[in-house]
């Protein structure tokens, strides 16, 4: 014989509502998250990256090529001030790293990569190579 439950649907809608809910940090009104977003392509000879990090100056970015794992981080600095006059109202200041690691499918050539860093995008192109050596990138 059947045995007949009672079903509920606002036990599933709030099932998972407590779990991990207060362990991400909230954002205030008007902050942005900054994480570097990537676009990676690929062509016979070279991996080709686009990485967004709007707002950093390019001294701040680091690149490190080691085989196929390539890591991008970047030192940020805000700095926001409202002024009534000669007063100042309002003030704010951040700082913190941001970083962001992956692994290609095949292995790079540091000492032929380059890296450019315009308008917030940095432009990685990244030779393959069949066996590597660890080497930070300069950008230009």
């Given at each position: ?76 600095k805000r700095e ?61």
């Open positions: 014989m059947a045995n007949i439950t009672h079903y509920n649907p606002f036990d599933d809608l709030f099932k998972d509502f407590g779990k991990g809910f207060w362990i991400r940090p909230a954002a205030l009104p008007g902050e942005t998250d900054l994480a570097i977003k990537i676009d990676v392509n690929e062509d016979d000879k070279a991996f080709t990256v686009k990485a967004d990090i709007p707002g950093v100056k390019k001294e701040d970015i680091k690149v490190d090529v080691d085989d196929e794992r390539i890591a991008v981080s970047a030192e940020v926001r001030e409202e002024k009534k006059g000669e007063k100042v109202v309002y003030s704010e200041r951040s700082y913190g790293m941001v970083s962001r690691s992956f692994t290609l499918p095949a292995a790079v050539d540091a000492k032929g990569a380059k890296a450019e860093y315009k308008d917030g995008v940095l432009n990685l192109t990244l030779p393959k190579k069949s066996n590597g050596s660890a080497k930070r990138v300069e950008i230009s």
